[in-house]
């Protein structure tokens, strides 16, 4: 069973186009949930997919930063297969989207070789990559869902009450059995690739060696790079203006059609050395984290992502962050307050106008009412958004994927008694591991006092 | 800093329990200048009064357009908070995080919607009887033409025998209190002043987002000064929001709907069943012992019951209150992440909570509030709900986040397809087919599905509820 993979496609947008494109792109409130242009949900192997504009906008100093049009798909790996997929099924599709960039084939010029070079010169590597469960694919989400439902119906139609929980279990083991639709489902899923693995193996010790060799050095240092951080923290001149009503209008109008809900902020670095070392070692530790300890389907507590990724633009001048996740705009600021502020500020913080920090974990959102009036101020509207399972939590695809798992081997009456507790709510999520544990006991908002 | 008790209206901190008579009026206003006049002279209740001497009473709030109406300057309305800027049924956005669709749609509203005009006052009466009420209702009356007021609608409410609502349950029984003004809550549902108040800290230990005045606007010092900023005066500052919503409730359906499911296999009715389901939806039992502590019966000790648990008691998975069950998603106490069973659950249940002030409408179906004499009753004519009042300060992060992320989410805390069994939406501002109600049993779940939607919205808003001496600044702009 393959991984997932982020693909990102930057392209510049041709002078004067952006008005043309946006029209063809339309925005999600137009789209419902499927969008003809480019049909996404004729790939196989699709979790969700975007359409980012970036405006024409300026850098610190003044420089114009021309306009970009992104393309981002979360997708089961080989990534290649994907791209071809784009450039032969979509193909009709990305003509019309990408015609309105620079270097695209021209109209003459366009065949699946064509587009697929043309995706392959513009593609971009993601700084992190956040994935709530690495090595779940699209048809098993899909089809583990249609799975529950159907278990769901047969437990309807029989009077369980006075069963023993074995008995219920054999019940819907038999029941799966006999429907040869879903019989797939009394194997357990497949892993992820044992090549894939195994380097996955290799980058978390490699890393972790890596930054132990370096540690005595960082220690030795880490009183000078506390003081700079500090001065440049004072420094800092966060951003109070507020968005424009009605742009908060319009990326309002795009939310909360379905379960899931999608953002895309984008912001310049904050100029200098310091910040600019910083903000790499950080991502650096971000994508560590994500991948290695935040990887059971929990953020330090925060559960509702589904996929997450940081990516430069414009060299290293600015950078973006989309995520795809469960429930309101709302919901998701107070979840990042309430239970992840500390990592949200040491990613953040680098971003130019962000609220005031102290010691790059504290502060900084925390500060309600700064954060809510900042982020809007950041956010880029996705023209298109697209989601294979858009009325699913990441909660229903984890409890949906144990129900599969609990189908197959021998289980103990009190794991029996457990997994049946599955088909009334699923919210019991898996253990964070031991490190990551370690970081969400600690009440980071209590560490640092700065005035 | 102590709440100044005498500045801030009183409704905000009582429900007015010994006034039982109460009516709303949503007023117009037509001429600003008689309505500022007037606003000066009003008399209005604070919180500082003795029960035994006040036999009636007057509150009121404003909806921004009436803000704007009588006078205030836009950069001052900008420092609202956007939710009540816009106003409830005003964009399709909100609609889908409120659940107002189809039938509930603004469209369709009595008032507050895009058909009606837009309600610049409300005028909140409260008496000890109907003569009380009828007299301070032609009081008030005779002085609108004068101060420029038009008369939009007229809200009667009801007290429901036994403390009950048209359901059968009785209700206020979850109250919240504020830290250090009511001293008779549990800890876990005494919040922080500045959730319900402004001008004072929030359950984040921060003030909350309002408008602060220069001193040159407000030359003689009507305003209390700002905690943060003593230089400015503090419009905002022991005023409160107020959600209003007008919600019928469709009581014959909501126990037929129990009746049928809960049906004998010869297709008699199970009495005992049947309430059995009702209150699994609820969480409480009709005489309000919560399920949490009481599961297999109405247990009369239990009856106002409020201080209480759902990890800590053990119910972690439902087995006694469903997770999908009214309190339970309205309140989840202990339930949700971080941690759950946790303190740190709790207080960050904290910052998603509301003070309720609502009254009932309408006759209920029978007097005896019994869900038999409901279903022999038949179709009875006339309208009955409850007209919903709550207060908050943050209504995105308090009322809205109810509403959508617990109330209407079919996925609320792992569950599919379940809004909430009695005021959820049935799946509409999700995209989706909801209105399952599972009922989490060993050894497997029991469900019901494809249930009505038993309450619908006729009308709502937006208010603003200014402390006193903002009341009378606003008189004075």
Redesign the interface.
Known sequence: MPHQEALTVIARIKPGQVPALKAVLGTIADHG?RWVIVPFAQLANVHFARFVVFDETTDLDGNPLSPQLALMTNVDAPLDGHLNELATVCGAGLDRVFEYCEEYPASAGRSPATRLSFLRDHQVAARAFYVNRQGRTVRQIVGEEEL?RAI?SH??STE??R???EA?RRSIVSFVGDRSDLAWALHPAERPALTWRIAEVIHQIGIALLAIVFLPLLLLVSPVLVFLLRRHEKRDVPDTS?AP?DS??RL??D?????QNQVTAVGLFKPGLFRLVLATAILQLTDYAVRHIYNRGSLS???SIHFARWVSLDGRRRLFFTSNY???L??YM?DF???AAWGLNAIFSSGDGFPRTCFLFCGGI????AYKRFLPTRQAQSQVWYSAY????T??VA?NAAIREGLSGQMSEEDT?TW??R??????LPESGLIARIF?SIRWDRLCRCK | MPLQVDDIQGIILYGYGHLRHACFLLLGISEPSATRAWLKTLDVLSGRFNREEVDRCLNIAFTSGGLRRLGLSDDLM?EFS?EFREGMGA???RQ??LGDSDESSPDNWRWGGPGTPEPHVLLMLYARNEIALSELLSEQQSRFATAGLTPLAQLETTWLPQEKEHFGFRDGLSTTGIEGFHNNTSPANTIAAGEFVLGYLNA?G????RPLVDQSRDPIGLLPHAPEDSTRGDLGMNGSYLVFRQLSQDVTSFWRYCDEQTRQRDGASNAAARTRLAAKMVGRWPGGAPLVKSPEKDDPAFSGENDFLYHAEGDV??LKCP??AHIRRTNPRDSL???PGSDRSIE?GK??RVIRRGRAYGAPVVSSMDAADVLAAGDRAGERGRHFLCFNTHI??QF??IQ??WVN???F????DDDDPLIGDRGG????TAGTF??????????V?GMPRFVQVRGGAYFFMPGIRALRFLGSL
């Open positions: 949930e529950r769901n437990l309807d369980f009450s069963h023993p929980p219920v507020r009503a908060v209008r309002r109008a939310e909360d059609y379905w379960v507590g925060l559960s469960d429930g309101s709302e919901s107070d307050i309430d239970k925390t500060d309600e009412k858009p009325h699913l939590t909660k229903n409890n008694r049946l507790r088909f009334g709510v699923g919210n019991q969400d | 900008t956007t964009t399709p956005h889908r995080i984040y921060q003030y909350t987002q998975h439902g997770i999908g992440e971080p941690d960050v910052r998603h995105g992060r809205e986040f959508h992320t989410n079919p996925g805390d792992g569950l599919y501002s999700y995209g989706k599972t009922i989490q049993a060993d050894p497997v779940r029991t469900r599905t």
